[in-house]
């Protein structure tokens, strides 16, 4: 079964501090990989979307990279905000089902 | 431009009954998704469209139905509702409803069946 799993499940952090959060993926055959913040009672909003191709994408402070050989995605989070404080979720495209497959996210906390 | 509307914000059931959750886009997207989102999972999708007048059941499609009459509504509906239909529900649209598409999402709908 295809599947996207995500650690760690939270982190708390100090604001100003960096964060890595990791995602590990076996969906095949891949196409790309997309990560998701979701602020607390809302939807989710797309950050990045990276195609087998690409090794890192940046949006802001907002850095991921990608690792199609192990099937690995980070998202790296610089000099971080009290804003930053949401689920980020980790998408992967199952072209087998049509369908996202997403993971089950990482619950960041920034602390002041 | 609102983007993604859904109806009602939340809501709380009686089992077996029938309830209709609506979503509407004003971005002419071709694809529209209903998904659940349940607490230590990622959101699974329940159906949807890939263009107006034609449906597609996704990972969880029992116990909902959809349809898509035409570009912009895409209700979802639970013909009679138990409480494992607990959830919070997402509805999203995307341009092409192709792989690399971006989807957007909506607020949400917090459904409650007792």
């Known amino acids: 079964k295809n599947q996207v799993e995500q650690s760690p499940q939270s982190l708390i952090i100090l604001e100003g501090k960096n964060c890595t959060l990791q995602c590990n993926y076996t969906v095949s055959p891949f196409s790309n990989l997309r990560w998701y913040k979701q602020d607390t009672g809302r939807g989710p909003v797309s950050l990045t979307i990276m195609t087998f191709s690409e090794n890192t994408k940046s949006n802001g402070r907002y850095t991921a990279t990608l690792d199609a050989d192990t099937k690995q995605s980070s998202l790296h989070i610089t000099a971080s905000q009290l804003s930053d404080s949401a689920s980020y979720i980790c998408v992967v495209p199952d072209t087998g089902r049509r369908a996202l497959t997403f993971g089950s996210g990482t619950r960041l906390q920034v602390q002041p | 431009i609102a983007g993604i509307t859904q109806a009602p914000t939340s809501q709380i059931l009686a089992a077996g009954r029938r309830m209709t959750l609506r979503c509407t886009q004003d971005?002419?997207?071709?694809?529209m998704y209903w998904y659940r989102q349940d607490l230590g999972l990622g959101l699974r999708l329940i159906h949807y469209s890939n263009t107006a007048g034609t449906t597609g059941k996704g990972e969880v499609p029992d116990g909902y139905s959809v349809s898509r009459a035409n570009t912009d509504d895409f209700p979802l509906t639970l013909a009679s509702a138990v409480p494992s239909q607990t959830s919070v529900y997402f509805c999203a649209s995307s341009a092409l409803g192709t792989d690399t598409d971006t989807q957007y999402f909506g607020p949400g709908t917090r459904l409650t069946v007792l």
């Open positions: 971005m002419r997207h071709n694809a």
